[in-house]
């Protein structure tokens, strides 16, 4: 069974940096892309950043260039955001999620997600 | 970027009705167009890719059409476990982009 289980959420102050982590287990980790999604309180789910499957090449959504890193553990089946410089509207819950790249791209795999809170 | 545009935002339906949502796209995706279903603290859910392509274990009164720019996902007979909220979204070039989400609402 393919399962994404995302931690490293939290509360956290305006300016603040926080690292969240997606362990990943039933398939073969390294064969695929990864993405961050997350979706802010009362709104819709957005796009943050992709990583390919052997972490050297990464996409950003504009609203985190700059800010936020992602980065893979392929060893260890291992996700990872870094977000530095938060601000009250990274607030969400934040999903991992596997695309498939193949001829019909999708997300086909995903994390419950972890909260964060950037709040004083 | 490529705008996603879902409409209605929402709809309140019975058991039993038939339900079709929109999507459209503001530059061409042509199939590159996936849909989800998203309940309240669970996993986002594929249902469709390929605009109309259905996923493994979906049942079979999901159903999708369209490419290019319109597309849309029907739900042919609403189940009780279909109340949630559905979104479209793009695949066809970075940033990766999803519709505002579509809102199926008992009525």
């Known amino acids: 069974e393919v399962l994404l289980v995302e931690s490293g959420g939290g509360l956290v102050q305006p300016g603040g940096s926080l690292r969240l982590s997606c362990a990943a287990s039933?398939?073969?980790?390294?064969?695929?892309?990864m993405n961050w999604v997350r979706q802010a309180p009362g709104k819709g789910l957005e796009w943050v950043s992709w990583?390919?499957?052997?972490?050297?090449?990464?996409f950003y959504a504009d609203s985190v260039k700059g800010r936020f890193t992602i980065s893979r553990d392929n060893a260890k089946n291992s996700l990872f955001l870094q977000m530095n410089s938060l601000r009250a509207e990274d607030t969400a819950v934040y999903f991992c999620a596997g695309l498939y790249s193949g001829n019909y791209p999708r997300f086909d795999s995903w994390g419950r997600g972890t909260l964060v809170t950037v709040s004083s | 970027d490529i705008q996603m545009t879902q409409s209605p935002s929402s709809v309140s339906a019975s058991v039993g009705d038939r339900v079709t949502l929109t999507c459209r796209a503001s530059?061409?995706?042509?199939?590159?167009l996936a849909w989800y279903q998203h309940k309240p603290g669970k996993a986002p859910k594929l249902l469709i890719y390929g605009a109309f392509r259905l996923q493994s274990g979906v049942p079979s009164r999901f159903s999708a059409s369209g490419s290019g720019t319109d597309f849309t996902l029907t739900i042919s007979s609403l189940q009780p476990e279909d109340f949630a909220t559905y979104y479209c979204?793009?695949?066809?070039?970075?940033?990766?982009?999803f519709g505002g989400g579509t809102k199926v609402e008992i009525k």
């Open positions: 990583i390919s499957n052997s972490g050297y090449s990464k």
């Open positions: 530059q061409d995706v042509t199939t590159s």
């Open positions: 979204q793009q695949a066809s070039s970075f940033p990766l982009t």
């Open positions: 039933g398939f073969t980790f390294k064969s695929f892309e």
